[in-house]
């Protein structure tokens, strides 16, 4: 059984299970959890996988739909939630990137990519210092984008590069850490148990 107040990382490719692995950790579907959704519907196929994920989950969970500024809407949920999910950290990077993408991205100077990152970072510390606070079990659900060939152009290097240390960052912060592979899950830090079948958050 994992700790009751801690934070739970689990990270995998496209299409692994994380999301499905991360949400089977509150095995008891409690009605007080709560989803943090950081999707954006841009288009007619992602607006498809936000309804899918919303059929997967169980109705009677809260849904909250936001990537930054968790100081000011998380405490709200104080004493009314036994457990948090947010998924996902690599749509939360991707939109706080956007928010402040030039129209070539190719003209970003490093002085301003270091700006950009550390906006990225802020959000991130804050998000973890807020959970901790709150003193009830988190699962924050990222991508590993760092294994496959290295992107053609710029931005998507340097989102590869963003998101690698901001998982690093999140691994180190974690109390937990799970790889997920084809479905199944990798403890790669603190498992509570040798069989991650049996694992669950009270």
């Known amino acids: 059984m994992v700790e009751n107040t801690g934070i739970t990382l689990v990270t995998g490719g496209a299409r692994s299970g994380k999301s499905r692995f991360g949400e089977g950790l509150f095995k008891k579907k409690s009605d007080k959890v709560l989803y943090i959704a950081t999707a954006k519907a841009y288009d007619d196929e992602m607006r498809l996988r936000i309804q899918r994920h919303r059929q997967q989950r169980p109705s009677s969970w809260e849904t909250l739909e936001a990537y930054y500024g968790f100081r000011q809407c998380l405490p709200a949920w104080q004493g009314k939630v036994e457990g948090i999910i947010l998924d996902c950290i690599t749509l939360m990077i991707t939109h706080l990137m956007l928010e402040n993408a030039p129209e070539n991205w190719e003209s970003l100077t490093p002085e301003a990519l270091t700006a950009l990152e550390a906006r990225v970072d802020r959000e991130m510390n804050e998000l973890v210092k807020v959970l901790r606070e709150m003193q009830v079990p988190a699962v924050l659900i990222t991508n ?21 240390r901001v998982n690093q960052r999140l691994a180190e912060a974690a109390d937990q850490v799970f790889l997920v592979v084809s479905g199944i899950p990798l403890c790669l830090k603190n498992a509570a148990s040798t069989d991650p079948t049996t694992l669950s958050i009270d």
């Not at 590993?144 to 690698?164: C, H, L, N, T, W």
């Open 144 to 164: 590993e984008v760092g294994m496959g060939i290295v992107p053609g152009d710029k931005m998507s290097r340097d989102f590869r590069d963003i998101a690698g």
